[in-house]
C-alpha cells in the first residue's frame, strides 16, 4: 500500500461536521444563562432555524456550484424548522415536551446527521445550469 493516501475527509469537511454537531450542545449549555439575557436565546434560535437543516444538507462530497451553495442556503432553514416541529409533535405525543427534552433531541438529531453525508441537492446533481446568454435547447 502507499504511504502517500489522502484522508478520508478534508479537514474543512471535519471542522464543518464537528461544528454543527457541537451547535446544539451549545444551545442547550446556553439555557443554564440567566433568562431574557441575549447569550441565552441567540444562540438557541439560531440552532433550531438552522443546525438541524444545515447538518442535513452540509457537507456534501464535493465542491458546490453557485446554484447548489444557493439552494442549500435556501432549504437549511425550511428544513431544520420541519426537523424541529417532528421532534416536538413527537415529544408532545408521548407527553414529554419541555423545553430542554426538545434541545436534547435536536441536538442528538443533529449531531447524528453531521456524521452521515449531506443530502443530495438537485442543483448539484444535475449541474446547476449557469446563463452563458446562449439560446436553450428545447425537446420534443
Known amino acids: 500500500m502507499s504511504q502517500n493516501r489522502q484522508p478520508a475527509f478534508p479537514a474543512r469537511q471535519i471542522r464543518t461536521r464537528v461544528a454543527l454537531a457541537l451547535s446544539g450542545w ?22 433550531v432555524c438552522f443546525g ?9 462530497p464535493g465542491p458546490l456550484r453557485q446554484g447548489a451553495r444557493l439552494e442549500a442556503a435556501a432549504l437549511a432553514a425550511p428544513l431544520g424548522l420541519s426537523v424541529g ?18 434541545l ?3 441536538a442528538a438529531l443533529t449531531t ?12 448539484a446533481t444535475r449541474g446547476a445550469v449557469e446563463r452563458t446568454g ?6 420534443r
Do not use: C, H, I, K
Open 104 to 106: 436534547v433531541v435536536l
Open 26 to 47: 451549545v444551545a442547550l449549555a446556553a439555557t443554564a444563562l440567566p433568562s431574557g439575557a441575549p447569550l441565552r436565546w441567540a444562540p438557541v434560535l439560531l440552532f
Open 52 to 60: 438541524p437543516g444545515l447538518a442535513l444538507l452540509y457537507p456534501q
Open 134 to 139: 446562449a439560446t436553450p435547447v428545447r425537446r
Open 112 to 123: 447524528l446527521a453531521a456524521a452521515l453525508p449531506g443530502l443530495p441537492l438537485p442543483a
Open 85 to 102: 416541529v417532528l421532534a416536538a409533535t413527537a415529544l408532545f405525543l408521548v407527553e414529554r415536551f419541555s423545553g430542554t427534552s426538545f
